[in-house]
């Protein structure tokens, strides 16, 4: 079986806790190697993760000819410059999400990788998600009529200390936003992925509880070319936590109580029922699947730079 061979740049949390997983464990990958901007500790996270290989910097595993492709697991500010660096060594990049801090990194990114002939992708992993396949295929048939407004809460209570490793989170220059660039990015990208293109954004960014350098709480409102409405809530800042997801359409609707779950209630005029269609349980598995796979056979990605900057341009309107 032909592999793709994998470089991952990163070794932090989500990179322990599912790209490095993922890269060991799929079979169309051969995980070669992995850097991180701190040498300490990646010849550890190699062997426990069975790559072969582990560099001093970067740009060692940029000129390793074995590797063709790189997953960049870094903080959002190294993004397009990673991108681009791969890219003229002539790898492929699938990069964390947000793509990049602003509209005019992203498309940098993208212009790297058309011109040096490479693939490009983002790690929005809820593309892939089962019940959000299964919500794109209910409104396609119609039964629950036309979308027209779309609501989503996504809350955790954040607060790192600042020798926190995840503290860069909570700093702009690093980081770009505060909970809208961490993880509200998601919710966008699956919005636009069920309702089309976004034509209108405004919002509200604030620090309710935490003095910060970038906002703990956050609403962005969208209408779309449909002329649906969609509406985000997040925050840093709250008690409870929430991942839930409403869509009203005109012959019916759907609720997903935990979006990361899979359970799903569709309500129409005939009545209401329950379905279940869980993640895999190593949620960016079919991300890297997927954009593996798109290398090996030549084509685009399901969620590409393209797709990257759209999310990026709501989130450019917001800020």
């Not at 990049?100 to 929005?124: H, Q, S, T």
């Not at 796979?293 to 393209?306: F, M, N, T, W, Y």
Request: hydrophobic residues 40%; aromatic residues 10%.
């Amino acid at each position: 079986m032909r592999k793709l061979k994998w470089g991952l740049a990163g070794c932090g949390d989500i990179a322990r806790k599912r790209v490095a997983p993922a890269l060991r464990d799929l079979p169309e990958a051969d995980f070669v190697g992995v850097v991180r901007l701190h040498a300490e500790g990646v010849e550890a996270f190699a062997r426990e993760f069975g790559a072969r290989k582990w560099y001093a910097t970067y740009m060692d595993m940029l000129d390793d000819p074995e590797i063709e492709a790189v997953y960049l697991a870094t903080p959002t500010h190294i993004h397009f410059m990673g991108a681009a660096l791969a890219a003229q060594a002539k790898k492929h990049v699938l990069s964390e999400k947000p793509m990049a801090r602003k509209v005019p990194e992203c498309k940098f990114m993208i212009d790297m990788c058309r011109k040096n002939n490479v693939r490009l992708g983002i790690a929005y992993y809820r593309h892939f998600y089962p019940v959000v396949r299964r919500m794109k295929e209910i409104l396609a048939s119609d039964e629950i009529g036309r979308p027209v407004l779309a609501k989503m809460d996504a809350f955790e209570y954040f607060n790192p200390a600042p020798d926190d490793p995840r503290h860069w989170f909570v700093e702009k220059e690093t980081a770009g936003g505060g909970p809208m660039f961490d993880f509200g990015c998601h919710r966008i990208e699956v919005l636009i992925h069920l309702l089309g293109q976004v034509r209108w954004v405004q919002g509200q960014l604030a620090n309710v509880v935490f003095r910060r350098e970038v906002e703990d709480t956050g609403t962005v409102e969208m209408i779309f070319e449909t002329g649906a409405q969609g509406v985000i809530t997040v925050t840093y800042a709250a008690f409870e936590a929430r991942d839930t997801f409403d869509l009203y359409c005109t012959d019916g609707s759907i609720h997903i109580p935990r979006l990361n779950a899979g359970e799903m209630i569709v309500r129409t005029r005939e009545g209401e029922r329950s379905e279940f269609h869980p993640p895999h349980p190593n949620l960016h598995y079919p991300l890297i699947e997927d954009f593996t796979r798109a290398v090996l056979e030549g084509r685009k990605p399901a969620v590409d730079g393209k797709k990257g900057l759209a999310v990026n341009r709501v989130l450019s309107h917001l800020y």
